[in-house]
């Protein structure tokens, strides 16, 4: 018995020590990730505090939304943080506002102040739609109160007229579709969020039922061209808050002395699809009929007035929209008010007189060798090089790439002939035709054009899995890109060069990544006189390639891409570098954790 029980505390004993090594033995391999991630977690942060103090405003933010972003599945509430210092950058001080008044009117926003916050709403509302609607909300709010704030002194009757002065400024129309933007994100997670941003997109609820005079002949739309989306979106949902947001934006509508037809045919859209007969649970007879009554009173109010708008400014192709729209309305108002669509057809009459429809099977099509005859009889360079990359164009379209590239060589302007080669050289790389697409790259006049149509080919060559005439591709473009002049084209081919090699040779990558490294350090070309030297700039960089080809190596070595970014010597360029090692760190992180479960499982 003794015995016995001995031998059951081994197997015990051997039971927990085999559970026990394989957990320390996992949380051996999982340490260093996770480490990694502190790591990109606390840059990221560091990388957010420092945009904030650059100057340029359009990159502080969009640095701060995509640090945001990357911090997001780690640390919402300090991406939140983030996203809110982003976005109080972006917002009027409280001191303008109340300076607008004095200075005749608040003062119009620098035109990529409203991208910023468009970019930045679209961003946090695919993330955290109440934060979006927060910032939305503030948005509209500082709309309506630069709107108070431009108030005419003028009233007539005791009446202010702030109300009826048409809402056509450029901050109103970018306020409105910015609203839209967001809720189109939020519609199908949140429609009830979406419902509050469509409604505020519509503007302050004032009535204007009985306006002044003078304010009869004001018209400015109010409604989105996107509403009809979102209301259509909604509807597959919850069709109860789609029609009940639909039922707002008639409501504001009849509020108005004249409405811009742009806005009842937005709203015809959707009401010709939510009223179907064989749409399930349609809306409900007395709305359509609510709609179609403003329709026509509209339409009649216009066509009185002769013109389609009682002013000549506010709509020049009244007639065309009143025409439209009774087409698109005319089987709603023959099945709910058919004594209406008499009256509108006998008044718009004079409205259907369209032009004559030109048949295109009329017009005979112009072959690759009816244009190279044109091209032969044209009386100058230009007309006769247009119409021979026309035909070599045709000639590559009916996939006759011989006759597309002799043609193409008859071509006298060497930008012109570079072109079409280009479209000769992507065509045959696409089919794997290697050798002929080297010689026509090799006769490109252009230098940047050719060292970046080699590196394109060397990619065909890559998948095709031949590695060996991708990397004399690759490393030819690298030595002909360094005798290049110009920086950011020798940069940006250095780039494209180590993203190439990162898909197969590492260290190669590496030293090409050096290189491109080097040569954005170099000296920037002379600002033009009288502007202060700049960066490269945020888009620009994308373009260039540096933060794919940064993430891209991250993702296999994460310290020496880290190395090489923090070595540029431009601020900005090396923080956009970060944040694109910060990319491919985390997602090399998701890759290994995958592998993980995956091993787990089998």
Not at 21 to 38: C, D, G, I, L, Y
Not at 230 to 250: K, N, P, Q, Y
Not at 497 to 526: C, H, T, Y
């Amino acid at each position: 018995m003794l015995c016995l029980a001995f031998r059951r505390c081994a197997l015990i004993v051997v039971i927990s020590l085999s559970g026990v090594m394989p957990r320390a033995a996992w949380s051996a391999q999982n340490s260093e990730p996770r480490q990694q991630e502190s790591r990109i977690k606390w840059l990221l942060i560091d990388i957010a505090d420092s945009a904030r103090a650059s100057r340029d405003l359009a990159f502080a933010v969009r640095v701060q939304t995509h640090a945001a972003v990357l911090l997001w599945p780690q640390d919402r509430e300090c991406a939140r943080s983030i996203f809110r210092r982003a976005f109080e950058s972006l917002m009027p001080s409280q001191a303008e506002a109340e300076a607008a008044p004095e200075e005749g009117g608040a003062p119009e926003p620098a035109a990529p102040v409203s991208d910023l916050r468009a970019e930045l709403l679209n961003q946090v509302a695919g993330r955290d739609p109440e934060l979006a609607e927060e910032f939305a909300r503030r948005i509209a709010y500082a709309s309506d109160t630069r709107r108070v704030a431009a108030r005419d002194s003028r009233k007539p009757d005791g009446r202010d007229m702030t109300s009826f002065v048409p809402v056509s400024s450029r901050g109103e129309d970018e306020r409105r579709e910015l609203l839209i933007s967001v809720a189109l994100q939020v519609a199908e997670r949140d429609p009830h969020r979406a419902m509050t941003l469509g409604q505020l997109s519509l503007g302050p609820a004032v009535d204007l039922s009985n306006p002044p005079p003078g304010a009869q002949g004001l018209t400015s739309s109010i409604i989105s061209p996107k509403f009809s989306r979102l209301l259509t979106i909604m509807r597959g949902v919850d069709s109860r808050l789609a029609d009940l947001l639909f039922s707002s934006a008639v409501a504001r509508l009849e509020r108005l002395p004249l409405v811009d037809l742009d806005d009842v045919h937005t709203l015809g859209s959707y009401v010709v699809l939510a009223a179907s007969p064989s749409t399930r649970g349609a809306m409900s007879r007395s709305l359509v009929v609510r709609f179609l009554d403003l329709s026509f009173r509209q339409i009649m109010l216009q066509v009185d007035s002769g013109s389609g708008a009682p002013d000549e400014a506010a709509n020049d192709d009244g007639s065309d929209s009143i025409y439209f729209i009774v087409r698109q309305l005319s089987d709603l108002f023959a099945r709910h008010l058919p004594n209406q669509l008499a009256e509108l057809k006998s008044k718009t009459a004079q409205s259907n007189d369209s032009s004559v429809a030109i048949d295109p099977g009329s017009i005979p099509a112009s072959t690759p060798v009816d244009v190279t005859r044109e091209a032969r009889l044209a009386d100058t360079d230009g007309e006769r090089d247009a119409l021979y990359a026309r035909a070599a164009l045709g000639w590559l379209s009916a996939k006759d790439v011989n006759a597309a590239q002799a043609t193409a060589f008859k071509i006298s302007d060497a930008n012109v002939r570079d072109r079409v080669l280009i479209q000769i050289v992507r065509r045959q790389s696409a089919e794997g035709q290697i050798d002929d697409a080297v010689a026509i790259a090799r006769r490109l006049a252009s230098s940047v054009e050719r060292i970046e149509a080699t590196v394109r080919i060397a990619g065909a060559a890559l998948a095709l899995k031949d590695r060996v005439r991708a990397t004399e591709l690759l490393n030819e473009a690298e030595g002909e890109s360094v005798k290049l002049q110009a920086r950011a084209a020798r940069s940006r081919i250095l780039l494209s060069v180590a993203s190439s090699f990162s898909a197969f040779d590492l260290q190669r990558s590496f030293e090409v990544l050096q290189a491109a490294v080097k040569s954005l350090n170099g000296p920037a070309p002379a600002p033009e006189a009288g502007k202060k030297p700049q960066g490269a700039g945020f888009d620009e960089l994308y373009q260039m390639g540096l933060e794919s080809t940064f993430a891209a190596l991250a993702r296999r070595d994460f310290d020496r891409a880290l190395f090489l970014a923090q070595q540029l010597s431009d601020e900005e360029t090396s923080v956009l570098a970060q944040l694109a090692v910060c990319r491919g760190g985390l997602a090399a992180g998701r890759d290994q954790g995958q592998a993980r479960r995956n091993a787990e499982k089998e």
